[in-house]
């Protein structure tokens, strides 16, 4: 047991939990506390020293004090994603304007740099608010990502994955978010950590027959949407991601 317990944040959406299921369910409850809430929120309490380790938009990474990945795991993509796309009911051409969801950092830096390198269009940004997938609508489209984005796939006629366009763009996959620590940890800490993760990823069957989730299906999502390994290929799109957000 350590001398004090860790203070820990990941992300309350259904992609993250094969990262978390053993956590959820006693591993380490006596060296970790575990708290969860959206992707910005997370990674704010990082910066602001409130959690000592989060699951988080990767994009946060050089605003983290002495950020360390301390983790072969994470949320990432080498096929489309489906739960971060841009909704439209018009081509991509014709989208005037953007409302972009405030749950995550990552997503929003990363439709930028698709609308300009990717798509070559510069529509106007819309800040948004709870439920403001009622606002697309003509010209405005919206970014919408997680559980909600997985709800909204068969409501428009448009529908560009984030992750399938930065795929044909850089022949990279796209690390969305990773587990990131704002101090050295100790590593008996860090290694019954990744076991924990490892056993976790283990259990996805156990964790599909666990949600109901009627919108999408989770086999897909869990097994094939989204790549919980932060390999040398992941590690090499996410430092060219960075490269581009911090240009």
């Known amino acids: 047991m350590l001398h004090r317990k860790i203070k820990v944040g990941a992300v309350s959406y259904l992609n993250t939990k094969p990262l978390v299921y053993a956590f959820e369910n006693g591993a380490m409850v006596d060296d970790m506390d575990l708290v969860f809430d959206y992707p910005s ?22 605003q983290i004090p002495n950020a360390q990945i301390i983790s072969n795991f994470c949320i990432a993509a080498t096929n489309p994603v489906a739960s971060v796309c841009l909704f439209s009911k018009v081509p991509i051409q014709d989208i005037e304007s953007v409302i972009l969801d405030y749950q995550s950092r990552t997503s929003v830096a990363l439709l930028k740099i698709l ?16 439920e403001f997938e009622n606002e697309i609508n003509g010209t405005t489209a919206a970014l919408i990502i997680g559980d909600r984005a997985l709800v909204q796939l068969n409501n428009f006629p448009f529908v560009y994955d984030l992750a399938e366009a930065w795929q044909k763009m850089t022949s990279l996959p796209f690390v969305f978010a990773a587990w990131v ?30 949600i109901d989730f009627p919108d999408y299906d989770l086999n897909v999502y869990f097994k094939e949407n989204i790549d919980y390994l932060l390999d040398d290929k992941k590690m090499e799109g996410l430092q060219l991601f960075l490269s581009k957000i911090e240009s």
């Open 41 to 62: 929120k997370v990674a704010q309490k990082l910066i602001n020293d409130e959690i000592d380790l989060g699951l988080v938009p990767v994009a946060i990474i050089p």
């Open 115 to 130: 609308l300009k390198d990717f798509w070559k269009i510069s529509p106007d940004f819309i800040a948004s608010d709870a």
């Open 181 to 210: 620590a704002n101090k050295t940890l100790p590593e008996i800490f860090i290694s019954s950590f990744n076991l924990s993760i490892k056993d976790s990823l283990t259990q996805v069957d156990t964790i599909i027959e666990s």
